[in-house]
């Protein structure tokens, strides 16, 4: 499975960006999908997560109600919507994948999720 990432780029704060990630070569459907940031010098931390039938979703308290996660299965796409961006929230995103079906979710710990994307690098101005 490969997961390709798209869409960061410079906003001013206050600003909207919506990153996509999309999948290939695998199996999309029936696993959990998630976000994750990493700001320089500082550890990969989750962002949000939604189940497979998009039904469910979890976000960090950090993004709640500014951002939220979709997932177009048939376009083998997940979405990640950011509003009210502050320059606090740089940094390069990450697309995962989880593999394992019976996992509980919300799946938010890195170490669970088995493929992930290139990341793409989202910078905030003040």
């Known amino acids: 499975v490969q997961l390709q990432a798209s869409g960061g780029g410079l906003v001013q704060a206050g600003g909207s960006l919506r990153l996509s990630c999309a999948a290939s070569g695998g199996t999309f459907s029936y696993r959990a999908l998630g976000w994750f940031r990493q700001a320089p010098g500082k550890e990969r931390e989750f962002v949000a997560t939604i189940s497979w039938t998009g039904s469910s979703t979890f976000l960090a308290d950090s993004v709640k109600g500014r951002f939220t996660i979709s997932r177009d299965n048939p376009k083998n796409t997940v979405y990640l919507q950011m509003n009210s961006l502050k320059p606090e929230d740089t940094a390069d995103y990450y697309c995962?994948?989880?593999?394992?079906?019976?996992?509980?979710?919300?799946?938010?710990?890195?170490?669970?999720?088995?493929?992930w994307g290139q990341g793409t690098q989202v910078t905030v101005s003040s």
């Open positions: 995962a994948l989880d593999l394992d079906r019976l996992r509980s979710f919300p799946v938010r710990s890195a170490e669970e999720y088995d493929y």
